[in-house]
Every structure is written in C-alpha cells, then in structure tokens.
C-alpha cells in the first residue's frame, strides 16, 4: 500500500541535500535556536542599573567602607542591606519612568511638574555630582600615587586632564572602561577570598545586622548611605533605560537580570569590604586614617602585594566614577536648563567640565587630610538626596504618566520609608553642621 502524499509531507521536511529531516527533529532544532536567541536578547537587557551600581562602587564607597569596619568592626553592615533594598525600589522606579516617558525624565517632570521643578531637579543632581567629584578626584591621585610614587595631586591634575579629554573624545572611553573593569574585577576577587583569608567573626557579622548606632558613628553612617543608597545614580538610570529603548514588554526581564543584580552586586561588595576590613584592621578600634592604612586590609591575603592590589582598585573604581558622574552631572543640568539631554551637547560638556574642576579644586585646596576629605564629601550628599527622591515618588505615582506601570502601595511604602530616611538624616547633618 502506497503512503499518502499528505501523510509524508507532514513527517518529513524536504533536507538540503541529504534526504529529508522529520518535522519533530526541525521543530526542535528552531526550538533551540529560539532558545539561544532569547537567551541573548535577555542577557543584552543588562546595563543602565549595573552603571548606577557600578557608580555607587567608588572611592567614597570604599572609603567609608574600610573605616566603618577598621573603627566599628561588624556593627554597621546593617546600613549596606537596608540601603541595597531601598536602593533596589528606587531604581526599580526609575527604570519605569525610563520605559513611560516620552521624553527624558527632567522634561518629563517639567510637563507634569512645572519647569522650575524640572531646574530644581538638574540643579540638585549637579550638586550631588559636585560632592562625589570631590571623591574621584581625591581617590584617583591616592591610588595613582600609591602605584608609582609622586604627589597624589599631580596625578589628581593628571586623572582630571585625561578625564576631560575622554569627555570631549567619547569612543575612547569603550577601551579605556575595559581595562578598568578589569582592575576594579581584581579587587572584586581580593575582597571575595579576603572575606574568608581573614577568618572574621561570622556570628558577630550576623549580629551586624541588627541595627545600632554606635557612639561618634553618625557622620560615617550619613556617608554609607549618601554613597550605597545613591539617588542620583538611581535618577540617571532612567536615562540608560530611555536611551537603550526599553519596552513594557522588557521590564520583567529587565528586572531580573539588570536592575535587581546591578544593585545588589555593588551593596554585597560593600558588606564583603566592611567584613574584611573588620577582621584585618577592626584590632585597633580607630577608623582608619590615610590610604595606607586602608591598603593594610589585603594584607592577610597578599602581603605587601595587597596594597598595589588595593592601590590599582581604588584608582580604577576613582577614574570610572570620575567620567560616570561629571558625564550624568553635566545631562541633567543641561536637561534642566532646558539645553537638551544629550552627554555630546555644548553644554552638557562645559557642565561635565565644572565638575571636574569644582573636584580638583578642594582637593588642591583640603591636601591634609584627604580621607576624611572623601567622608565629608559623601555625607554631604544627603542633603540634596531627599528632593531627588520625592521627585521619583511623585513622577512614578502619576496616573497619565505611568497608567499601569505606576506604583503599587507596597512600591510606595519602600519609596516613603527610603524617602523618610535620607530626610532624617540630612536633617541630623545639617543640625550638626550648624551646631
């Protein structure tokens, strides 16, 4: 009996030149295929939340970092969880704005806020951007100097000088951010096997995560969340999501894979630093002064390797900040100014200059004592923090903005409760400032 044509053409499909493959075969091998692309199209989605965390993970984080442990030993690692989840909502809700807007997030803010809003919100991110270049600029000269010797401020004047010409000649920076992903990757993996070299207390670092407030702690507690729960790089996030075309179709994925894991790598990073720190240096109970000091933390892994390991690190995560924030600083407040949003404008690039020069400037002007220089300048970003942070709350809540990606009451409540602690602390600081 002869087989109907039908038949075979439904199990076989013609081969391209030996024989003909079975349907079932060729459906699975585009199955796989199909696989491989989403797969890749997911993995693609990674990036504007893991610039924010990579811009948290500067010299001010590991600053603040090494000397909450070296001067507090686990007592503070609290303040890196509550900060990492706030820090998750906020992104979270700036990446929807990124997804919702039409326009960039400060235009955005000027159609259903007014324009003088939208200017408050350049300004304050540029003033953000101000304290943090402070960091950079103090951090990239101390690195740089550890390396080879010579003043930090020369090579403070020499990191600023390279910074400005990357600026002004971008696809540069795509080779220069390699080399320093990897330099900031070294001490990533110096910090992971330090973590269990140095053997800490890992009860007492569970017992870190009860919150407390030791005594002479506040100002440091001000600087790890002015630099782990960093609202200005959550605000420029929704900049990354405009500018990459995400869609309501992505958000999901881009949840899991981009906002969720930017944010919480950099906030693991810096529990690791100050669990390390305290079971190298806590012994002494003072919070370590100089760069040398904070260099000591790799020394039960390395020797005196570990201080080049920690000197190339610093000035890795320095330099990358550095451009990250004079680039975000010198957008928003041209956005703000109403001279566009793109990083290439005029304007944006004479801002990004300002910045620069407003860090090199206190660092020439504050040399004694650089690393308190870099807490102070962290804390003091608290105080423009809590506006940013109402502005993302509020833009995330407006119905004709957001309609069914607005946020939900459980969004809201971490949104107030992030809100409400920048508020209090950058009421304490200023009370402290002026008392």
Not at 128 to 136: D, Q, R
Not at 171 to 191: G, N
Not at 412 to 429: E, H, P, T, Y
Request: charged fraction near 10%; hydrophobic fraction near 55%; glycine fraction near 12%.
């Amino acid at each position: 009996m002869s087989e109907n044509p039908k038949q075979r053409h439904a199990s076989t499909t013609p081969g391209t030149g030996y024989g003909r493959v079975p349907t079932e075969t060729m459906r699975s091998i585009v199955d796989r295929r199909g696989s491989r692309r989403s797969f890749w199209r997911t993995l693609a989605l990674v990036g504007p939340a893991f610039v924010a965390g990579a811009w948290q993970f500067g010299p001010g984080n590991l600053t603040t970092a090494v000397q909450a442990g070296s001067g507090y030993q686990y007592a503070l690692v609290w303040v890196i969880i509550v900060s990492t989840i706030l820090m998750i909502f906020l992104t979270d809700m700036s990446v929807r704005l990124g997804i919702k807007s039409p326009v960039s997030l400060i235009s955005s803010i000027k159609d259903h806020l007014g324009a003088w809003v939208g200017v408050v919100a350049g300004v304050g991110v540029f003033l953000i951007a101000l304290c943090f270049s402070v960091g950079n600029a103090v951090g990239s000269g101390l690195g740089l100097s550890m390396l080879f010797g010579g003043s930090p401020i020369m090579w403070t004047v020499i990191c600023t000088a390279a910074v400005g010409g990357i600026l002004l000649l971008r696809h540069v920076y795509r080779l220069v951010e390699k080399v320093l992903v990897v330099a900031v990757a070294l001490m990533a993996i110096a910090f992971i096997s330090s973590a269990f070299i140095a053997n800490p207390d890992w009860a007492a670092v569970g017992a870190g995560l009860v919150p407390t407030a030791p005594d002479g702690a506040w100002v440091l507690i001000i600087a790890l969340v002015g630099t782990n729960f960093s609202v200005n790089a959550a605000f420029y996030t929704a900049y990354g999501t405009k500018e990459r075309g995400r869609t309501e179709e992505q958000y999901r994925d881009v949840t899991a894979v981009d906002t969720i894991p930017g944010i919480v790598a950099p906030g693991v990073m810096t529990a690791l630093v100050i669990v390390v720190s305290a079971a190298a240096l806590g012994h002494t109970g003072e919070a370590a002064p100089t760069i040398q000091a904070l260099a000591g933390v790799f020394e039960p892994l390395a020797g005196p390797v570990g201080t080049k390991i920690f000197a190339l690190g610093f000035f890795a995560s320095a330099f990358s900040s550095m451009l990250a924030n004079a680039t975000a600083g010198g957008t928003m407040l041209a956005d703000g100014l109403g001279r566009g949003a793109s990083p290439s404008s005029r304007a944006a690039k004479l801002i990004s200059g300002a910045i620069l020069f407003f860090g090199i400037a206190i660092a020439v002007g504050f040399q004694s004592s650089p690393i308190q220089l870099i807490v102070i300048a962290q804390s003091l970003t608290v105080l423009v923090a809590p506006v940013l942070a109402l502005l993302i709350v509020v833009m995330a809540n407006r119905r004709s903005l957001m309609r069914e990606m607005r946020n939900t009451w459980w969004q809201n409540a971490f949104g107030v409760i992030g809100l409400v602690a920048v508020l209090a602390l950058s009421v304490r600081l200023a009370l402290k400032l002026l008392g």
